[in-house]
Structures are given as C-alpha cells and as structure tokens.
C-alpha cells in the first residue's frame, strides 16, 4: 500500500494544492461558469467552490454579492468531497443530514453540487447549485452540471499551466542573465544594464559611477591552489559583492577574475566609499574553509560621470579601467579613483 492510499485526505489536499487555486482572486472565466450553471439547472444560485482541510472557499458565486468561507461541517459540499460524487438533495429540510446545517435554517431548500476532479480523480472542489425552492435537477441538467465541472478543472489546469510557464520563462531569462559561478549578471547583461544606467544619468541628468574590481595574483592562486579553489574563490567574491551593494546598485562578471560594480545615482566620492569597503572586507574575507588559500586581496578602479563631460558606457569604462592599472601599479590591496589616474 502506499502512502498516498494510507491518507485518502493528504493526497486530495496535496492535489488542491498543486492546482495553486486556492484563495485566489476571482476571475471571470470562473463567474461565467457558475451565471451558466444557474440557468442550466434554472436556480438563482450558483457557486465554484475549492475545499482544504478545514474550509469551502468560494472562487466563483452566482446570485449573491459576496461569500465569505464556511467550515466544512457547515457546508453542503463536504458531502460531495467525502464521497467524489455528486449530490442532489430535493428538500434540505427533509433530509436528516442537511435539516440543521445553517444554510438550511437561513432557508436554502434546494442542493446539486458535482465534484471537480482532478486528473487523478482528486475531488479539490465543487460546482454546485442552489435554491430556497425545494426540487432537483433532472438527468440532462445533472448531466450538463458535470459537463461544466470539466470545464471548471480545465480552467483550472490552464491557470496551472501558465503558471508553470511563467515560472520557467523567469526562470530561462535568470540563466540567460546570470553568471553561475558568482551569482553577478553575466557580461551581456552587464553591458546592456550599463548602457541602461548610463542612458537614463544623461536623460536626468544624474550622476552615476562604475568599479572595477580584478583579484589580485589570482593567476598564483589558480596554480598554486588548483582552478576550482580559484572558481570558489571568485564565487566567495561574487557573494560578498551582493551581501556589500545597495539595492539600486549591480555588478556583473566583466572578464575572468575582474567584475564590474554600477553604482547609480552616486558621485566619485561615495562610490570610492563603496569600493573602499568592499576592498576591506575581501582582505578579510577568510576563504580557508574551502580549502583555498586564507586570503585574496583585490584592486580596485572608480571612475563617474560627474567627472565627465557625458556619461557613456565605454568613457566609464576606460576611466575605470585607468584607475584600477594605477592601483594595481600602486602595489594593489588598493582603491584608485579615476581623477588621480588622470592627475
Ligand atoms: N578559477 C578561475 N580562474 C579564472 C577564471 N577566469 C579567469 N581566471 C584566471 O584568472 C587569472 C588572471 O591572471 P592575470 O590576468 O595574470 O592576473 P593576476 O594573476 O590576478 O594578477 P594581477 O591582476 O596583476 O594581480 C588567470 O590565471 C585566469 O586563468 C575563472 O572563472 N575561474
């Protein structure tokens, strides 16, 4: 036997939950659906209701402004989810199962309420019609009721599915974007992103500054330590990058071990503070853990439009790239800004 028939209960409600309808907002196709059920069947009332553990929640009513979730007991379409059959009760008042459920005492005479089943025969939720007139549905209507409950799961299966494909294509354009070993943006990212930042500094007029950060001897370390310390090496970096960046600023993987900081918004100064500490913490930053050597320091080149006559991604670029020479000339372990490697 195995688990899923072990719990008959723990497998509907694992179905209701892969289907994500659940206390979602309220959508057309659904209140359509439910208007059709009351005139098929002739009844003021109509509802497309989803049932978890504890509650029927109403994702589609018909002939009532609003429905507020009822507790199970209290509600006629526990009877169709304990079974996965559909229920007709003529006279609620008659019958000893429904004679004292509140709806019936608040004057509901009429039930027919049809599973809707999921594709493996998970009974999530029902379609269901009332009225405070007794009588029933006849074997066409009953028949047409069921008819609409697979258009319901359909609809359902549908949402389902481009949920799914949402999530994939967010999912494809992240890889499409990121570089895997530091978690950055990948080159082709970066470089639209700054083209992006640099277009809208000039549209208003706003400073923006751009770092450059290359690992020092890193060369050493790939052969001292092998290139896969190197590769948990630059990961380490990526994510202190990420941990140190505001969340208006990016960076991105630029060349092998050299990554690229955009800072929006922000003068020479405040990017040199940016990069002043990032350098600080990489030379503490222990890496040891991984079995790679303890530390490995990085130089860094600022450069920002304040100081330029525009803001263009290659100007930024050189300015930066100027200044991170500098530094690495400086004896790197270092931040040069791109006014002293113009000096
Ligand atoms: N492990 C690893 N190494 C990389 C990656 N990309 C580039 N590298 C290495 O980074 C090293 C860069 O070496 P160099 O350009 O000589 O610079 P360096 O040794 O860091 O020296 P300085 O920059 O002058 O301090 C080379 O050995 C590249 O193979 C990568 O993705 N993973």
Redesign the pocket.
């Given at each position: 036997m195995n688990r899923q028939n072990a719990d008959p209960e723990a497998a509907r409600l694992a179905a209701l939950h892969r289907c994500g309808i659940f206390q979602t907002p309220a959508e057309q196709d659904f209140d359509f659906l439910t208007r059709l059920a009351a005139e098929i069947c002739q009844v003021p009332y109509a509802f497309v209701t989803f049932v978890d553990q504890d509650y029927v929640w109403a994702k589609a009513w018909h002939g009532v402004e609003k429905i507020a979730p009822a507790a199970r007991c209290d509600d006629y379409c526990d009877f169709v989810i304990r079974s996965g059959q559909p229920l007709v009760v003529h006279d609620l008042c008659s019958d000893p199962r429904t004679a004292s459920m509140p709806p019936t005492l608040d004057g509901f005479r009429r039930y027919a309420g049809v599973p809707l089943l999921t594709a493996d025969q998970q009974a999530i939720g029902t379609l269901c019609v009332l009225d405070k007139r007794a009588g029933s549905p006849n074997d066409h209507q009953l028949e047409l009721l069921q008819s609409l409950a697979r258009q319901v799961m359909a609809l359902v299966e549908l949402r389902q599915h481009k949920r799914e494909l949402e999530a994939n294509v967010h999912l494809l354009e992240r890889l499409a974007t990121t570089d895997e070993?530091t978690g950055l943006m990948n080159r082709r990212r970066l470089m639209e992103r700054l083209s992006e930042e640099c277009a809208r500094a000039r549209r208003f007029k706003e400073p923006m500054a751009l770092v450059l950060l290359?690992?020092?001897?890193?060369?050493?370390v790939?052969d001292q330590w092998g290139?896969a310390t190197?590769?948990i090496v630059?990961a380490n970096t990526g994510r202190l990058i990420r941990e140190t960046l505001r969340e208006t600023d990016s960076a991105g993987r630029y060349g092998?071990?050299e990554l690229c900081l955009l800072l929006p918004h922000t003068e020479l100064d405040g990017a040199a503070t940016v990069a002043d500490t990032l350098c600080g913490r990489l030379a503490t930053r222990s890496h040891r853990t991984a079995g790679a050597p303890e530390y490995v320091t990085a130089s860094l080149g600022v450069a920002a439009s304040s100081h330029l006559e525009q803001c263009h991604p290659a100007t930024l670029l050189a300015q930066a790239d100027a200044a991170l020479y500098r530094a690495?000339d400086n004896g790197?372990n270092c931040v040069v800004v791109a006014q002293e490697a113009l000096a």
């Amino acid at each position: 036997m195995n688990r899923q028939n072990a719990d008959p209960e723990a497998a509907r409600l694992a179905a209701l939950h892969r289907c994500g309808i659940f206390q979602t907002p309220a959508e057309q196709d659904f209140d359509f659906l439910t208007r059709l059920a009351a005139e098929i069947c002739q009844v003021p009332y109509a509802f497309v209701t989803f049932v978890d553990q504890d509650y029927v929640w109403a994702k589609a009513w018909h002939g009532v402004e609003k429905i507020a979730p009822a507790a199970r007991c209290d509600d006629y379409c526990d009877f169709v989810i304990r079974s996965g059959q559909p229920l007709v009760v003529h006279d609620l008042c008659s019958d000893p199962r429904t004679a004292s459920m509140p709806p019936t005492l608040d004057g509901f005479r009429r039930y027919a309420g049809v599973p809707l089943l999921t594709a493996d025969q998970q009974a999530i939720g029902t379609l269901c019609v009332l009225d405070k007139r007794a009588g029933s549905p006849n074997d066409h209507q009953l028949e047409l009721l069921q008819s609409l409950a697979r258009q319901v799961m359909a609809l359902v299966e549908l949402r389902q599915h481009k949920r799914e494909l949402e999530a994939n294509v967010h999912l494809l354009e992240r890889l499409a974007t990121t570089d895997e070993l530091t978690g950055l943006m990948n080159r082709r990212r970066l470089m639209e992103r700054l083209s992006e930042e640099c277009a809208r500094a000039r549209r208003f007029k706003e400073p923006m500054a751009l770092v450059l950060l290359d690992l020092d001897h890193f060369k050493q370390v790939n052969d001292q330590w092998g290139h896969a310390t190197g590769d948990i090496v630059l990961a380490n970096t990526g994510r202190l990058i990420r941990e140190t960046l505001r969340e208006t600023d990016s960076a991105g993987r630029y060349g092998g071990e050299e990554l690229c900081l955009l800072l929006p918004h922000t003068e020479l100064d405040g990017a040199a503070t940016v990069a002043d500490t990032l350098c600080g913490r990489l030379a503490t930053r222990s890496h040891r853990t991984a079995g790679a050597p303890e530390y490995v320091t990085a130089s860094l080149g600022v450069a920002a439009s304040s100081h330029l006559e525009q803001c263009h991604p290659a100007t930024l670029l050189a300015q930066a790239d100027a200044a991170l020479y500098r530094a690495k000339d400086n004896g790197r372990n270092c931040v040069v800004v791109a006014q002293e490697a113009l000096a």
